[in-house]
Nanobody, 115 residues
């Protein structure tokens, strides 16, 4: 089993930056794919960025060029660097991991972009 804990959300003006962190309860080098998703009020949860164990990283067209996903195996942490934030990036952001064919989610962290 894997517990995931997101942090780093907050209120930021348009054009600003935030870095979200997702701390895992076990070594992320043993975890498969990791990713970030988001859910805005009244909308379905959507993919933001997906990092498989091999292969290329996928980004949503809405964030490509502005957001970057990375992982630090030594710290068992996955990051989402968000630059040039827009009001439409406002959502709860969730970390996601696949381990032994099961999918795990964190509790989410709120990001609010103000105009």
């Amino acid at each position: 089993q894997v517990q995931l804990m997101e942090s780093g959300g907050g209120l930021v003006q348009a054009g600003g930056s935030l870095r979200l962190s997702c701390a895992a309860s076990r070594s992320i080098s043993s975890i498969g794919a990791v990713g970030w998703y988001r859910q805005a009020p009244g909308k379905q949860r959507e993919l933001v960025a997906h990092m498989p164990t091999g292969g290329s990283i996928d980004y949503s067209d809405y964030v490509k060029g502005r957001f970057t996903i990375s992982r630090d195996n030594a710290k068992n942490t996955v990051y989402l660097q968000m630059n040039s934030l827009k009001p439409e990036d406002t959502a709860v952001y969730y970390c996601n991991a696949v381990y032994v064919l099961n999918v795990y989610w964190g509790q989410g962290t709120q990001v609010t972009g103000s105009s």
